[in-house]
C-alpha cells in the first residue's frame, strides 16, 4: 500500500458524459501526478500539481483537466467522454526533496460506453 | 520530441538465468526510474538514478544510468518467479515512460 488512495475504483459511463476522479497523496506529499494507461497507447504523464499549482502538462486532452486543493488532494475531470477515453487513470503523489520517486494510488478503471 | 524505447518487450526466462532489459532515451536528461507493474496493480518504484554512473542493487535486481550514452539498463541476477511482471523506464523530463518490458520467469 503505497499511501496514495484513489476513488473510485471503477467508473462506467457512457459517451459523452463527464467524470470526476479523485486522488488524495500520500501525507506530507505536496505534488500530484496524472497518468493514464490504455493499451494502445501505453502509460501516460497528463498533468503534476505542486502545492496547488500546475507544474508540468503532458499529453492532456483539451476535454480533460485537473485541479489541486488546499488540502493537497486532486481531481481530474474527464468531459465529453470518447470510447477511447477508456482506460486505467492513475494518481501519483512525490515527497518533496526527493527527485521525483513517485508513489502510485491503485487506479481508476474507466470504461466508456 | 523525447523518446524512451526498452528492449526487449518481451522476456520469457528460465529461474536462475540473468538477463539485462535496456532502456534507451533520446535527449539529455540526469534522472531515471525504473518501475515494476504486476498484472492488475498499480506501478511501484524500483530505483530512481540521479547522475551519470548511478548504480543501485535491491535483491536480485540492479540498475545502472549513463547519461552519455543515454542509456539504462536493469540487470536481472539468478531470475526467480516472484519477478514476473512487466518493468517500466520513465526519464524525467516530461516523465516519459517505455513501453514496458512483460517479464515471465519459468520454472
Known amino acids: 500500500d503505497s499511501g496514495v488512495t484513489q476513488t473510485p475504483k471503477h467508473l462506467i459511463t457512457a459517451t459523452g458524459q463527464r467524470v470526476t476522479l479523485r486522488c488524495s497523496p500520500r501525507?506530507?506529499?505536496?505534488?500530484v501526478y496524472w497518468y493514464q494507461q490504455s493499451l494502445d497507447q501505453g502509460l501516460q504523464f497528463l498533468i503534476q500539481y505542486y502545492n496547488g499549482e500546475e507544474r508540468a502538462k503532458g499529453n492532456i486532452l483539451e476535454r480533460f483537466s485537473a485541479q489541486q486543493f488546499p488540502d493537497l488532494h486532486s481531481e481530474l475531470n474527464l468531459s465529453s467522454l470518447e470510447l477511447g477515453d477508456s482506460a486505467l487513470y492513475f494518481c501519483a503523489s512525490s515527497p518533496r526533496g526527493r527527485y521525483n520517486e513517485q508513489f502510485f494510488g491503485p487506479g481508476t478503471r474507466l470504461t466508456v460506453l | 520530441e523525447l523518446k524512451v524505447e526498452q528492449n526487449p518487450l518481451f522476456l520469457s526466462m528460465q529461474e536462475g538465468k540473468n538477463y539485462t532489459i535496456y532502456c534507451n532515451y533520446s535527449t539529455t536528461s540526469d534522472r531515471l526510474y525504473w518501475y515494476r507493474q504486476d498484472p492488475g496493480k498499480s506501478l511501484e518504484s524500483l530505483f530512481v538514478l540521479l547522475s551519470n554512473g548511478a548504480v543501485k542493487q535491491e535483491g536480485r535486481l540492479m540498475a545502472s544510468l549513463d547519461t552519455k550514452a543515454r542509456l539504462s539498463t536493469l540487470h536481472i541476477t539468478a531470475a526467480v518467479h516472484d519477478l514476473s511482471a512487466t518493468y517500466f523506464c520513465a526519464v524525467d523530463n516530461d516523465m516519459r515512460f517505455g513501453a514496458g518490458t512483460r517479464l515471465t520467469v519459468k520454472p
Open positions: 501525507s506530507g506529499d505536496l505534488s
